[in-house]
């Protein structure tokens, strides 16, 4: 999992430091893939989805990603790794909050907060995959999450007016390709390298 070159790379990790992080951000990344899969069937398969549902997806689907992430910022031992972690968690727990206490405003900028929120946890996805690829080897392939997240934002941010159907699609393809990187970085960090 973890080449000797780079365990060395870092003369004060202890043995075994770069392993357990491997194995924190494989489960994070899991469990992160999982919910960005379920958001993207229902988005895909909600019948006749509106702004509103749609908003309402969203603040549950930012909720449990934003929960999972301070979960591993919380636990993890990876040193900064875990503030971008942090930051990545509030991001999403201020999505689900918005949606919880003002509905109405988040309908109503909906694709700005998606934008916004996509762009901000890329970067600091970048930045978390950064941290984690001074320990391990393919550490860089973290990154494809958070360069996905930007460019989804940017979409969002240069077509700032969709169609309802248009979003939704677009929302939802992106769940999907996000929770499918997320699953498959997962498996390839597990595999020995």
């Given at each position: ?7 060395g790379r870092a003369a ?27 958001f993207a069937f229902l ?135 996000l929770g499918s990187l ?12």
């Amino acid at each position: 999992m973890v080449d000797e070159r780079t365990r060395g790379r870092a003369a004060t990790e202890p043995p075994g430091r770069g392993e357990t992080a491997v194995s924190d951000h494989r489960s994070l990344l899991l469990l992160r893939g999982g919910a960005a899969l379920l958001f993207a069937f229902l988005v895909f398969f909600w019948p006749r989805l509106t702004v509103t549902g749609l908003a309402v997806l969203w603040g549950g689907y930012s909720l449990v990603d934003g929960t999972l992430a301070l979960t591993g910022a919380t636990l993890a031992r990876s040193g900064s790794a875990r503030i971008g972690l942090a930051l990545i968690g509030v991001a999403g727990l201020a999505c689900a909050a918005g949606t919880l206490f003002a509905l109405d405003v988040v309908v109503g900028h909906l694709v700005g907060i998606i934008a916004i929120w996509a762009i901000s946890t890329g970067a600091m996805q970048l930045w978390a995959a950064r941290e984690v690829s001074k320990m391990v080897d393919r550490g860089w392939v973290l990154a494809l999450d958070g360069l996905g997240a930007i460019l989804f934002g940017l979409a969002l941010a240069l077509w700032p007016d969709p169609e309802m159907q248009a979003l939704v699609w677009l929302t939802g393809w992106f769940a999907l390709a996000l929770g499918s990187l997320f699953s498959s970085i997962a498996i390839w960090l597990g595999r020995p390298g």
